[in-house]
């Protein structure tokens, strides 16, 4: 009798091992390539809102220092738009108009990225908000020249005035660059 017991047990054992492994990426595809590196970010800004001629589209410029895993410390800046919701329960939408850059404090590498996210208010305090954003990485320079990728971003930013504040964010994503010889 022990030794069915046993055998069951083990048998059981192997199935719950082969259904996990078969919940894991398989596929070639789902592995990241030799050429790839994760990226970690953290960054402080400084951020306006610039009105245009329709009142719900704000220029967004930013400027900051980021230090980045994969260049060292660096200048940051990004040109975009701020669009508000035209009818209530919409997100604020915050998209780049032209590609964001980190650029290495000797000025030898950057990277560039476009960005789409949404921006809620604090419900406690309307002075600060919530931003999430999406990174998709489209080139750079020295190293990073052709460079794909993704990531996520997250900000909190305080505003001192109502066109106007700092921010800080954290990013999380990989970088694809070509790698020696493509």
């Given amino acids: ?8 047990i083990l048998a ?24 790839a590196a994760a990226l ?23 400027d900051g220092v980021a230090q980045v895993s994969l260049l060292g410390n660096c200048h940051f800046h ?15 939408v915050i998209v780049s108009t032209s590609p964001w850059t980190l650029t290495a404090s000797n000025g030898t590498n950057s990277l560039q990225f476009d960005v789409q996210g949404t921006a809620t208010f604090d419900p406690v305090n309307p002075n600060f908000a919530n931003l999430t954003y999406t990174a998709t990485f489209v080139g750079g320079t020295g190293a990073f020249v052709g460079a ?11 505003f001192e005035s109502a066109l106007e504040g700092w921010a800080t964010w954290t990013m999380k994503g990989y970088v694809l660059t070509r790698g020696p010889g493509r």
């Fill in 148 to 158: 794909t990728g993704t990531a996520t971003f997250e900000v909190t930013a305080q």
């Fill in 12 to 35: 059981l054992g192997l199935g719950c091992a082969a259904l996990v492994g078969a919940g894991a990426p398989s596929k070639a595809g789902d592995n990241l390539p030799a050429n």
């Fill in 78 to 92: 990004g040109e975009g738009e701020v669009r508000l919701p035209a009818s209530p329960n919409q997100p604020i």
């Fill in 40 to 62: 970690r970010a953290n960054a402080g800004n400084k951020f306006a809102l610039v009105p245009t001629g329709n009142p719900y589209v704000f220029g967004h410029p930013v």
């Fill in 1 to 8: 009798m022990k030794k069915i017991h046993a055998v069951k």
